[in-house]
């Protein structure tokens, strides 16, 4: 159980497009959803928090009109990097919790996606 | 913000050692989580921690919540090639259950 997957596992893009990455809890109702974003040897940096039908919780320093993060069901969210530049390129890892407020705090991962900017 | 120190960075191990690395934070935590990850995956979870105190097992792997809840440790006890990964620790901090994450450590397993 448990089990989250995330489209595309990579995608390449040229600078100035936007891309859009989808996550999804395929066996449990996820009621918030996290977003992060690994550099090469590093840890995993959150950049937002979404809940399910409001709005997302950036980070500091993380531009909401640049990542746009949509959480339209207790599924899915999808977060879309705007007008990508190549410092953009990065893996990003989405997480979900099952748990309502007050529950456990467990996440479970996603797989990733490499996201590369050319 | 709270700030999670794992250690060591790394470790080069021979296959069938012991392991051992811990975590520490500046402030206390009420749940700790421990997760592998290897290359071009997503962190996978090891252990969850909610008591302070208790020692859980999963396999050969043992994890421990420090009785302060300041701290955690993760044994993985007669390594094999397919421990190689970076293990994070993690632990809740502030508010929407956000995770802090450790830098990591690098396991590496010589057969």
């Known amino acids: 159980g448990a089990v989250v997957s995330q489209h595309p596992s990579w995608v390449i893009c040229k600078s100035g497009t936007s891309v859009k990455i989808e996550c999804r809890s395929l066996?449990?109702?996820?009621?918030?959803m996290f977003w992060y974003r690994q550099f090469p040897k590093q840890s995993l940096m959150l950049m937002a928090t979404?809940?399910?039908?409001?709005?997302?919780?950036?980070e500091q320093g993380v531009e909401k009109d640049k990542f746009l993060i949509n959480h339209a069901s207790l599924t899915l969210s999808t977060l879309t990097v705007t007008s990508a530049h190549p410092e953009d390129s990065s893996f990003y890892i989405c997480s979900a919790s099952e748990d309502l407020i007050g529950g456990t705090d467990t996440q479970y991962f996603g797989p990733g996606t490499r996201l590369t900017v050319l | 913000g709270q700030q999670l120190n794992q250690s060591p960075q790394s470790m080069f191990i021979q296959e069938g050692e012991d392991v051992s690395m811990n975590c520490t934070s500046s402030?206390?935590?009420?749940?700790w989580l421990w997760y592998k990850q290897e290359p071009g995956e997503g962190p996978v979870l090891l252990i969850a921690l909610y008591k302070a105190g208790e020692l859980t097992s999963n396999g050969r792997l043992t994890a421990q919540f420090g009785i302060t809840r300041k701290d955690s440790f993760l044994n993985i006890s007669a390594s094999i090639p397919s421990d190689v990964g970076i293990y994070f620790c993690?632990?809740?901090?502030?508010?929407?259950?956000?995770?802090?994450f450790g830098k990591g450590t690098l396991l590496t397993v010589n057969p």
């Open positions: 066996d449990f109702q996820a009621t918030t």
């Open positions: 979404s809940n399910e039908g409001s709005k997302a919780t950036y």
């Open positions: 993690a632990g809740p901090g502030g508010s929407n259950y956000k995770l802090t």
């Open positions: 402030s206390i935590f009420n749940t």
